[in-house]
T-cell receptor, first 114, second 112 residues
Framework: GDSVTQMEGPVTLSEEAFLTINCTYT??????LFWYVQYPGEGLQLLLK?????DKGSNKGFEATYRKETTSFHLEKGSVQVSDSAVYFC?????????????FGRGTSLIVHP | KAGVTQTPRYLIKTRGQQVTLSCSPI?????VSWYQQTPGQGLQFLFE???????NKGNFPGRFSGRQFSNSRSEMNVSTLELGDSALYLC???????????FGPGTRLTVL
């Protein structure tokens, strides 16, 4: 079945450091790919998405490129802030029964120190 | 525009009891999905409703059920609670299939 594999956390960085969170996937068909962020005590928020190969999603300084050849969708940010501390989920969705049901990775916790 | 709301936010139950959780989607959204989030299993899809019909179902036992009303509000019911049902239950709404999902803050269920 479809699956998403994320790097284990927590990832601990100092403010202004470069961030990479790795995500690889296995899917039948042509999935859409997503990154969600979950701040403490809150639900998930969509951070960015890409719907086809070579698409780049970007939002709030975060970027991820849909790489079909390596089945990857790594999340990057050039300079992290303390406020970026959260859990980040990589997800994919493919059509199933007329709907697009996401499959999520296990999440990667990011801790940014001042 | 108000976001997805879930009630209650916190709930404590004992084994064997049943529980009903509620989700109000964003106005105009017709699709509502439910997820269970636990440290051990991560985020798992429970089911999706669209126009009062269950459109997709995840791999959960029949103790987990749901419904959707004509105003798109949805409820999720878990009967005969088990300790392993302790989790954060998230609801997400979207306009339609292949639309972005917007998540609510979740209901934290603790089963003692």
């Amino acid at each position: 079945g479809d699956s998403v594999t994320q790097m284990e956390g927590p990832v601990t960085l100092s403010e202004e450091a470069f961030l990479t969170i790795n995500c690889t996937y296995t899917a039948t068909g042509y999935p859409s790919l997503f990154w969600y962020v979950q701040y403490p005590g809150e639900g998930l928020q969509l951070l960015l998405k890409a719907t086809k190969a070579d698409d780049k999603g970007s939002n709030k300084g975060f970027e991820a490129t849909y790489r079909k050849e390596t089945t990857s969708f790594h999340l990057e940010k050039g300079s992290v802030q303390v406020s970026d501390s959260a859990v980040y989920f990589c997800a994919l969705s493919v059509a199933s029964g007329g709907s697009y049901i996401p499959t999520f990775g296990r999440g990667t916790s990011l801790i940014v120190h001042p | 525009k108000a976001g997805v709301t879930q009630t209650p936010r916190y709930l404590i139950k004992t084994r064997g009891q049943q529980v009903t959780l509620s989700c109000s989607p964003i106005s105009g959204h017709r699709s509502v999905s439910w997820y269970q989030q636990t440290p051990g299993q991560g985020l798992q899809f429970l089911f999706e409703y669209f126009s009062e019909t269950q459109r997709n179902k995840g791999n959960f036992p029949g103790r987990f059920s749901g419904r959707q009303f004509s105003n798109s509000r949805s409820e999720m019911n878990v009967s005969t609670l088990e300790l392993g049902d302790s989790a954060l239950y998230l609801c997400a709404s979207s306009l339609d299939r292949d639309s972005l999902q917007f998540f609510g803050p979740g209901t934290r269920l603790t089963v003692l």
